[in-house]
């Protein structure tokens, strides 16, 4: 199956401003779930938004989904460089296996 | 220690040899998942494991093997190594469709 793509596939910000990041899917999904990825590191799960949810928040993360356009949004408020990352959208499937399909990525750069 | 472990965490071999990667999880999770990831190409599922026994297919299966007898173990074995196979691989596990992934550390390959 193809992948979901991303949006901007790179973003650069100053510490304290707000990230957000796109991601657009595919598939009829059972949720939608976000992670991050330091260099050279595994990913960390983040969020899960579940397809009947609009809105989840987690700290300074804030996730959307709208199943009508198949597109989901990462907002990261007053962003530290300790956020600087790969941020990745994974989509999964209603299907009775539950495969997980990432997204491209955004690479997020928060300069101090 | 509980978790998901890597084994290798580096291998260099050379064309045309097997590899077997090594994956274990101690939370007797029902999900078991191969990825590899390319610079361009975000992560691509390889094959994935709904249960001990049962395996299916990802995106890119082509020149690999797994096999799932217990449950805390899914092998990934490359039958004849390619340059192309050159990568880092994850490991990934979860106890089912609702749930988060949790990830190994990862196996950089590099095949000359």
């Known amino acids: 199956s193809q992948q979901g793509e991303e949006d901007p596939q790179a973003l650069s910000i100053q510490e304290g401003e707000n990230a957000t990041m796109n991601c657009s899917y595919k598939?009829?999904?059972?949720?939608l779930q976000w992670y991050r990825q330091n260099s050279g590191r595994g990913l960390v799960h983040l969020i899960l938004?579940?397809?009947?949810?609009r809105e989840k928040h987690s700290g300074r993360l804030r996730v959307t989904l709208d199943t009508s356009k198949k597109s989901s949004s990462l907002l990261i408020t007053a962003s530290r460089a300790a956020d600087t990352a790969s941020y990745f959208c994974?989509?999964?499937?209603?299907?009775?296996?539950?495969?997980?399909?990432f997204g491209q990525g955004t690479i997020l750069t928060v300069h101090p | 220690d509980a978790g998901i472990t890597q084994s290798p965490r580096y291998k260099i071999t050379e064309t045309g040899r097997q590899v077997t990667l090594m994956c274990h999880q101690t939370w007797s999770h029902s999900y078991m998942f191969w990825y590899r990831q390319d610079l361009g190409h975000g992560l691509r599922l390889i094959y994935y494991?709904?249960?001990?026994?049962?395996?299916d297919k990802g995106e890119v299966p082509d020149g690999y093997v797994v096999s799932r007898s217990k449950t805390e173990n899914f092998p990934l074995t490359l039958e004849s190594a390619t340059r192309s196979q050159t990568s880092v691989y994850f490991c990934a596990s979860d106890p089912g469709v609702n749930y988060e992934q949790y990830f190994g550390p990862g196996t950089r390959l590099t095949v000359t």
């Open positions: 598939t009829s999904i059972n949720n």
């Open positions: 994974a989509e999964r499937g209603g299907t009775s296996y539950g495969k997980l399909t």
């Open positions: 938004i579940r397809s009947n949810e």
């Open positions: 494991s709904a249960a001990a026994d049962i395996t």
